[in-house]
């Protein structure tokens, strides 16, 4: 049996507390004594129905004022899976309790009223979900038998809600249509409507794919404590946030950047040979180090941002508003540091998702600002680890905590931040009638079976510029390190899948759309895939870019003059197109758009190739995508 | 506990390890709330696990209504000489005596409420910056809105409606000289969570909670056990039965069950199958609607 987390935000009239209370009555979690209380309460207020809202409306105001106002936790189990919800409410003035909820949870069940329809309300649910990083939406449209049990409505808002949804990042999406009330599709099929051919709402819960959000590769483990009974023994205990560790690794501890080796992996049930992400152990080293709570131990050769100078997006949760320059606390993992706003780069309308300009952020009021920090913090961007990507601020004064932050990197890269979440990529295109469905596996689970992580490595360059030679070469090293490659050739593309493209702008361009949707499959299934495309439109390449998440792009600029280029021409297509025989030839009659900050610039010219190869390897290896000899048996 | 034994107690286990590591970083003066009851022992076991090879850095504190099982008494000596903790008993007779509250008139006076001020006092009397308890959001609606967290204030008081957001597993602990927090290390574990946890860990718990014989009488649909506390009312009379006790508590308010499980393993059947929660044989939620938030507002466990 495993947990699954999950948010649950809506207000009374959506049906969510009905939702719950029909969730934990038919899995027999509402015992007798708690039925007699809401029954009594119910009968008192002179409710002529039993009203399930009264078992999670705990607190004395909400049941006077009938709404739900701070979260709640609700536990439940079947024989497959326990769950816990997080249960918040769904008004505006709630946006906290809502963000609260949502930052443990890993599936977010947002409810529609099939009679209203896509609200606001729902839209924000779901905007606050993708903000967090909740890997699963499911959008139960309730009250079903309002409406005739409509296939037709149930369509419509399921159509809508997507579109929605799309702009959002949000891929696993799930749609269900129920009555809470009724019970139909919660816990067991409805029979009033067979053209559903779905899950109930209970049966998804119980096989939706847990732990899809923790980062199984990249080894953090924030000092919480250090246990030390005498001089014999000095343990640094902590959770391991994410990755893994053995004995015998190699590590490396922040802020002093010193290395030593794990001697062993301790719980009080003994040494163990493995501690993954989750895990409450306590490490202790080869060699004595002054190691203290809020240092962080990783691996030498994957290393986090250490950084003062933080792009974050911040949701405001206090009753005074926050103004730049002011100084907070911020707590991130088991560091604490002085901070300041540096910058408030914008607001969000959280309802219209429109950016705004303002001076000052208010109660619930989320947006995007620099922070800076007295001292680094060690830090990855949220939208690849939670934990190290996550903080809160405390005002010094009342120590209250007035924000949650989510970091999307250092300030100094935020201006080259392509692409907005928000704004959302380019609209892929979709077939008629088709809704998406969730991977079966998902990533994370293959990179920890690979015990490397997924990524795209692009190379673009002139015809002729060596893109292949090295490409080639590269992949056959990472295959012999053990990693999981894919290769793709413009050549083999061109020849069948490609086969019916040909070189104008136009083609060109879908070429290399579908050369990432490719990679983005062999992506998905783990690789590391090595594409070798002259791809010479930056718009296409930034697309091919917006398919795989932060981090795991990697573009590869083999810029070789086009002289060099000419004098090698293995192709023999340089002399060809000087002929006149070749039109759109790249660098000749069609122009190339060299990338302007690409994550690796390789130089040919006097080089030979293992040189080259070596050098990637090193940037790739600072940037954590390689597969890490000492580790998980890599 | 083996690998892939419960890979849910497990995550619980490391995420009440978690907490308690951090409340032992984050406070100058913890102290461990001890009830005799199981979710403390749980408690104290899950503090030796957080900090082994070290001695629990938690001083633990007895609130003593004076109306105590035996067993329970028993027991907890026995643990606090094995786990090697400083005890401190708080006791409420002794606030009686001093004036501080006053016992309840009338056939069944519960020592409960006035457990408040003396746990309050015993707190300021060790300047304890942070009292973890042993309290679970699945034992009662105004406790499924807890923290891990609990700020109180100068008063120890709780503001339900006011309370700090809790994120990630980002704990703030921040506070004014003067004020104090709960912590709630076990927040997320059910009853069933804690039986499951108790069996596959294999620790000793006291042998109120196995079926026994023992006198009860029966009042308000609450099996009240026999003893000094405890008096008849015009009609009543003691009987005796094979009954277990699903809390241990203040002997005027903990009600057996009738059961006849006397292994963990039974226990957990039971549990499994029961259609009434543990509080249920508890008289002192029954009183209103809203008891346990009213009583968690003043400062209550």
């Known amino acids: 049996m495993d947990i699954l987390r999950f948010s649950t935000a809506g207000s009374v009239d959506d049906g969510k507390s009905t939702l719950i209370g029909r969730l934990l009555y038919d899995t027999k979690s509402i015992f007798e004594d708690q039925l007699e209380q809401v029954e009594d309460a119910s009968h008192r207020r002179g409710e002529g129905y039993v009203n399930l809202a009264l078992l999670t409306d705990g607190l004395r105001a909400e049941r006077e004022q009938n709404i739900t106002i701070d979260v709640a936790y609700r536990y439940f189990a079947t024989p ?62 309730n009250k079903m038998d309002l409406v005739d049990w409509s296939r037709e409505r149930f369509e419509e808002i399921c159509a809508e809600y997507a579109g929605f949804a799309e702009k959002l990042g949000v891929d696993a999406l799930t749609f269900i249509p129920i009555s809470a009330l009724r019970g139909d599709n919660v816990v067991d099929r409805s029979a009033s409507m067979p053209w559903y051919e779905g899950t109930t709402l209970l049966h998804h819960l119980e096989h939706v794919n847990v732990g899809a959000h923790r980062n199984l590769v990249d080894f953090r483990f924030p000092v919480q404590y250090v246990i030390r009974p005498d001089q014999d023994y000095r343990g640094y205990a902590g959770r391991v946030a994410s990755g893994a560790i053995r004995p015998g690794e190699e590590i490396l501890v922040l802020p002093s950047g010193r290395r030593t080796k794990v001697r062993s992996v301790d719980t009080a049930d003994g040494s163990v040979p493995l501690a993954e992400a989750g895990d409450s152990v306590a490490i202790t080293t080869t060699e004595e180090l002054d190691i203290s709570r809020g240092d962080m131990i990783v691996r030498p050769m994957n290393l986090p941002e250490v950084e003062s100078e933080i792009d974050a997006t911040l949701c405001w949760t206090s009753d005074a508003p926050m103004r730049p320059g002011t100084q907070y606390w911020l707590r991130h993992t088991t560091r604490e540091v002085k901070a300041f706003v540096s910058r408030l780069v914008y607001r969000i309308d959280v309802d219209t998702l429109h950016r705004e300009t303002v001076d000052r952020f208010e109660l619930n009021d989320i947006g995007r600002v620099h922070i800076t920090t007295a001292q680094p913090l060690f830090l990855d961007r949220y939208a690849l680890n939670r934990e190290t990507g996550s903080f809160i601020l405390v005002d010094p004064h009342t120590n209250h905590t007035v924000a949650a932050g989510m970091i999307r990197g250092s300030v100094r890269h935020a201006e080259d931040l392509p692409r907005e979440r928000e704004e959302g990529p380019e609209r892929r295109p979709v077939s008629p009638d088709v809704v998406w469905e969730e991977w079966n596996v998902s990533l994370s689970e293959r990179e920890a079976r690979n015990a490397h992580p997924a990524g795209v490595l692009w190379f673009t360059g002139l015809p002729g510029s060596g893109k292949s030679t090295i490409a080639r070469a590269l992949e056959r090293r990472l295959f012999d390190m053990g990693a999981q490659t894919m290769l793709l050739d413009g050549d083999q593309v061109r020849h069948g899948i490609n086969g019916d493209l040909g070189f104008s702008p136009q083609d060109r361009t879908e070429n290399i759309r579908r050369v990432g949707e490719i990679a983005s499959l062999f992506f998905r299934q783990g690789s590391m895939v090595i594409c070798t495309f002259v791809s010479p439109f930056r718009a296409d390449r930034e697309r091919a870019r917006s398919l795989i998440p932060d981090g795991r ?3 590869v600029f083999v810029d070789t003059p086009v002289e060099e280029c000419r004098r090698r021409d293995p192709k023999g297509l340089y002399a060809r197109a000087g002929r006149g025989e070749i039109s759109h030839m790249t660098g000749v009659s069609s122009p190339y758009e060299a990338p302007e900050d690409p ?30 000899g000492g580790s998980r048996g890599g | 506990m083996p690998k892939d034994f419960h890979p849910h107690l497990r995550h ?106 003396t746990l309050l006092d ?52 921040r506070r004014n000289p003067g004020e104090h927090f709960r912590a709630f290390p076990i927040s997320n574990w059910t009853e069933m969570d804690v039986w499951q946890y108790i069996a596959a860990e294999g620790v000793a718990m006291p042998s109120l909670y196995f079926a026994h014989r023992r006198e009860v009488v029966e009042r308000d649909g609450v099996l009240l056990a026999r003893s000094e506390f405890n008096t008849l009312l015009d009609g009543e009379q003691w009987d005796e039965r094979t009954i277990r006790f699903r809390t241990i508590g203040d002997a005027t308010c903990t009600g057996a069950t009738e059961s006849t499980a006397s292994s963990l393993e039974e226990i957990i059947a039971e549990v499994a199958a029961s259609r009434v929660t543990e509080r249920g044989g508890r008289s002192d939620d029954k009183r209103t609607e809203a008891a346990m938030e009213d009583r968690k507002k003043v400062g209550y466990f």
């Open chain 1, 80 to 141: 497959k899976r326990k769950f816990i919800i997080a249960d918040t409410p769904g008004h505006i003035q709630y946006t906290r309790n809502m963000v609260t909820g949502a930052s443990t949870a890993e599936l977010a069940v947002i409810l529609i009223d099939a009679r209203n329809g896509v609200l606001t309300q729902s839209k924000r649910h779901g905007f606050i979900s993708s903000l967090l990083g909740i890997p699963h939406v499911l959008v139960a449209v």
């Open chain 1, 553 to 555: 792009f990697v573009e």
């Open chain 1, 599 to 628: 994550e690796i610039r390789v130089q040919t010219v006097g080089r030979d190739v293992d040189e080259v190869v070596r050098g990637i390897l090193g940037a790739l290896a600072e940037r954590g995508v390689l597969p890490n």
């Open chain 2, 12 to 117: 619980l286990e490391s995420e009440s390890i978690f907490v308690m590591r951090e409340v032992a970083a984050q406070f100058e003066r913890p102290v461990l709330l001890f009830s005799g009851g199981k979710d403390s022992i749980l408690m104290v076991h899950l503090a030796r696990k957080a900090f082994a090879p070290a001695r629990v850095p938690f001083a633990l504190v007895h609130i003593d209504t004076g109306h105590n099982f035996p067993e329970t008494l028993e027991f907890r000596d026995r643990l606090v000489a094995e786990v090697g903790a400083t005890l401190h008993v708080g006791s409420v007779q002794a606030s009686i005596d001093a004036g501080r509250v006053h016992e309840e008139a009338g056939p069944n006076p519960s020592r409960n409420g006035l457990q408040t001020v």
């Open chain 2, 122 to 173: 015993t707190l300021a009397e060790l300047k304890a910056d942070v009292a973890l308890g042993g309290g679970r959001r699945d034992e009662e609606k105004a406790r499924a809105k807890e923290r891990f967290f609990s700020h109180r204030d100068r008063f120890g008081q709780w503001d339900p409606k006011n309370q700090r957001p809790e994120l990630w597993n980002l704990f703030n602990g």
